[in-house]
């Protein structure tokens, strides 16, 4: 076989569905298995992914292992020469396991490949190339500095080496993943991704950042902002000097200090109120079902030009690719008034985020 996609999944039903229906439109002409590990979720997960996805194998935790305990336990069941470790709340391109599987062939010492990442606006997110971060550049990314954080000197759009990829999207083999012994269970979450980029480079492989692909990460879903954040990331943090780098009294004193300092300083993230005065429904016939449901104006389009202010805009999976809905957001996402949502394919929601800091909106009809 030669690729597994691996997805973790946590309370996040409605984001699982679309990501799964892309996957499985994304390895149609690819040996390929969807294995979803779910953390004892309390939603109704397991029971859609048994109902709608037969051929996914679920493997259900009976406890909350965390992200690198729930990744590794899905990677011992996978069969694939490749492995794509995949957030829930993402949304991959028909082309875009085909793509990174192409590139990856042909690369020596290949470690880790990462993407470029979109959030739910259509932004993109410069997490999908970092660098290592040294106490230096993570201090000053901690008080609002990230230059020395993210590789900002690799455009978007190329293919290059990067030393750090982020966890919503990682493709690599499974004989490299085994050999740096995967995701350290030290971490619960956050800081794990840095912490097997970073393992790789150390045995020598060369990461990537394939900018040539553009996957949907709503990113407020798995990773929630909440008043835990802070704690759990810096938390991460502390793991990651202590496994890493050389210890000494005055280095713990800077770092410790500085996390615990911003910690206690950090504000709390404020959600907007969003005011929507009409739909943009784009497909090829009216939803008589949904119109009702959102109970405002719909306007039916096949493109999205001339888009007023305070319009969102609902792409039908039944009828567009998830290649041209991504497209679509990454193109039209400068108007932060404009929101969006996307109907799958046989669903009977909508469903979208429209900042990285809070749940996303899920309509059900």
């Known amino acids: 076989m030669k690729l ?5 999944n946590y309370n996040v039903q409605y984001f699982l569905e679309l990501c ?15 294995i979803v590990v779910d953390n004892n979720s309390e939603d109704d997960s397991c029971q859609m992914v048994k109902s709608l996805f037969p051929n996914v194998s ?26 794509c470790i995949l957030n829930p709340d993402t949304v991959v391109a028909e082309d875009t396991f085909l793509k990174v599987l192409e590139f990856s062939e042909n690369k020596k010492n290949l470690g ?8 739910g606006r259509g932004d993109f997110l410069p997490e999908s190339k970092r660098k290592i971060p040294y106490v230096n550049a993570a201090f000053k990314k901690l008080v609002g500095n990230s230059d020395d954080y993210y590789a900002n000197a690799i455009n978007i759009n190329e ?7 982020v966890g919503a999207f990682m493709f690599l083999k499974k004989a490299v993943y ?27 492989y060369v990461n990537y950042y394939y900018g040539k692909t553009t996957v949907l990460h709503f990113k407020g879903e798995s990773t929630l902002r909440d008043k835990n954040y802070a704690r759990r990331f810096y938390g991460a943090m502390q793991i990651f000097y202590k496994k890493h780098f050389k210890k000494n009294v005055l280095f713990d004193l800077f770092v410790w200090g500085g996390i615990r300092v911003v910690y206690f300083f950090r504000k709390q993230p404020i959600n907007k109120v969003k005011k929507v005065f009409k739909y943009i429904f784009i497909s090829n016939s009216v ?16 493109d999205i030009k001339n888009i007023e202010n305070n319009s969102e805009i609902i792409f039908d999976a039944n009828v567009l690719s998830f290649k041209n809905i991504i497209s679509f957001m990454e193109t039209n996402h400068l108007d932060t008034s404009v929101t969006f949502k996307i109907l799958p394919k046989n669903s009977k929601f909508v469903i979208g985020s429209d900042d990285a800091v809070s749940r ?3 309509i059900n009809f």
């Open 4 to 8: 597994s996609v691996i997805i973790l």
């Open 20 to 34: 799964l229906r892309s996957v499985e439109a994304a390895i149609l002409n690819i040996d390929a298995e969807i």
């Open 58 to 83: 679920l493997i259900e935790n009976k406890d909350n292992y965390g992200f690198s305990k729930g990744n590794n336990i899905g990677v011992l069941q996978a069969k694939g020469e490749y492995l």
């Open 112 to 119: 880790i490949v990462g993407c470029k990442l979109i959030n």
């Open 159 to 165: 293919i290059n080496q990067v030393e750090i990829l």
């Open 178 to 204: 085994n050999e740096i012994e995967g995701f350290d269970e030290d971490y619960f979450m956050y800081g794990e991704d840095i912490d097997i980029s970073y393992k790789a480079l150390k045995k020598g």
């Open 287 to 302: 939803h008589e079902e949904l119109k009702r449901v959102l109970n405002k104006e719909v306007v039916l389009k096949s």
């Open 360 to 362: 996303g909106e899920v």
